[in-house]
């Protein structure tokens, strides 16, 4: 199984080649750049900074779009607006080398689910026509959700992938908040591929589901490493509120280097390739 451990934010533009260096240093080899709230890189020359340096350090790039998405809207104003946003992410993300944009899909506003997925899966057609006309390199990702009544569940993601050819996010924590646990062989049954792009955290929930990510325990990553199909190429993002500390932590419950990041400063050993 090849993992590599990232985080959600890639900090100010200006000192994104000195943040790289320090992921690489630490073991992070990945990092989903967070356009959550807003798409904020904007010019030219620092999409080609973010890009050269997640070259020069071998940084794994990937986006979440938006959260005010929904291909699902009764108002077809909001479906454009939804599918703008995703597309501009596209956009950004060919130029700065990004793999792929995660997002979430939709809710149902009252129509029935079947309805909803074919409104999705039909939207979701017309973006890759838009990124196959425009040659971008990039693949477009809806994410399994936390709550309830929101679209998304670890079905309905997979038949999209079979459905429209696109990729998927799977979000370990949002899983567990939706449906009371985490049903590995479930999960991998219905994501065959090879290729696994993932979130995790912490996560409290209740009867509707999802209600905020929290920080992730040691013993949250030691089941989820265990857990995982060995056959597999995984990138994992941490998305609780300290996404580096958190990335950190699951890097040396993983490689077992507890020891190494303590004494490290002292011994003066961080120019070791991790």
């Not at 370990?172 to 479930?186: G, Q």
């Amino acid at each position: 199984m090849a993992i590599k451990f990232g985080t959600a934010g890639i900090g100010p533009v200006k000192d994104v080649e000195n943040t790289f260096e320090e992921y690489k240093v630490l073991g992070i080899k990945a990092a989903e750049i967070p356009f959550t709230y807003g798409i904020f890189i904007t010019k030219e020359s620092d999409m080609k900074k973010v890009r050269d340096a997640s070259e020069k350090f071998d940084i794994q790039l990937s986006i979440h779009a938006p959260y005010w998405i929904n291909l699902n809207s009764k108002d077809k104003v909001k479906v454009a607006q939804s599918k703008q946003r995703i597309l501009k992410c596209c956009e950004v993300g060919n130029k700065v080398g990004a793999y792929r944009v995660v997002f979430h899909a939709g809710f149902y506003a009252g129509k029935e689910e079947q309805e909803t997925y074919e409104n999705i899966k039909n939207q979701i057609i017309d973006m890759h026509e838009f990124i196959k006309n425009k040659n971008w390199k990039i693949k477009l990702a809806p994410e399994t959700m936390g709550k309830i009544n929101v679209f998304g569940s670890v079905e309905q993601i997979s038949q999209l992938v079979k459905d429209t050819d696109c990729e998927f996010c799977i979000d370990f924590a949002h899983i567990l908040a939706r449906e009371r646990k985490v049903d590995f062989n479930k999960i991998k049954k219905f994501f065959p591929q090879k290729k696994w792009h993932c979130h995790f955290s912490g996560i409290a929930y209740g009867d509707k589901g999802e209600k905020h990510h929290k920080k992730t325990e040691k013993q949250e990553w030691e089941k989820l490493l265990e857990n995982l199909p060995k056959d597999k190429e995984i990138i994992i993002i941490n998305e609780s509120p300290d996404p580096f500390g958190d990335t950190l932590l699951g890097v040396k419950v993983w490689k077992g280097t507890d020891w190494f990041y303590w004494y490290a400063p002292v011994l003066n050993l961080w120019s070791l390739d991790l």
